[in-house]
């Protein structure tokens, strides 16, 4: 389903830097303008290259590019529909993480056809989680840093988190320390009406 990955990619360059940092990078990878059909198949060479257009256009390490990625796919306005999928996986960031390791069967029951590596969550300690992402996504493991970040202030909890291990396969160990559950406010999120 690398037609979902590559239009969100378009949709972070366009609502982050403009049409023209889309149009520079879309032209360097030599993909079309009007972008990607999200429910079609797309070459992981397509995605790859699009990845490397847009991290030379914005003069960025592809790795950060990604993290900026998954911190958008949870944040930005126009993304409300995921945020609000993930919210569900409870009501503190502690009980969101021990969701985690549904998410790739809930993503599912959304769209068929994305298959995500499998997340296995560890506690080390009563603060302290090893997420451990399977292999078949490579650049998954930066993503899921920026979306945890993203959650973590969505939830108003304060956490440091790092990536300890990332394998050529996408296959990746995230470590979390929870510092403070309830560290500020965090965002309104009502389950019975729209934001």
Request: charged content about 25%; hydrophobic content about 45%.
């Amino acid at each position: 389903m690398n037609g979902l990955i590559n239009r969100s990619i378009q949709c972070f360059l366009r609502d982050g830097w403009g049409v023209a940092v889309w149009d520079d990078a879309a032209r360097a990878a030599g993909v079309p303008s009007q972008g990607f059909e999200p429910l079609l198949p797309y070459p992981a060479e397509v995605t790859e290259r699009l990845l490397s257009a847009a991290a030379a256009r914005l003069n960025r390490d592809s790795a950060c590019l990604l993290e900026d990625l998954g911190t958008y796919i949870v944040s930005h306005p126009a993304r409300a529909a995921v945020r609000r999928l993930l919210r569900f996986g409870g009501s503190d960031f502690r009980d969101f993480l021990h969701s985690l390791e549904d998410l790739p069967a809930r993503a599912r029951l959304a769209l068929p056809d994305l298959v995500l590596p499998s997340l296995r969550l560890r506690q080390e300690g009563a603060d302290d989680f090893r997420l451990e992402i399977g292999p078949g996504r490579p650049g998954l493991a930066e993503v899921t840093l920026g979306l945890l970040r993203a959650m973590a202030d969505d939830y108003g909890a304060l956490v440091t988190l790092g990536l300890d291990r990332v394998a050529p396969d996408g296959g990746a160990e995230v470590a979390i320390h929870l510092l403070d559950d309830a560290h500020g406010a965090g965002r309104a999120f009502t389950l019975g009406r729209v934001e």
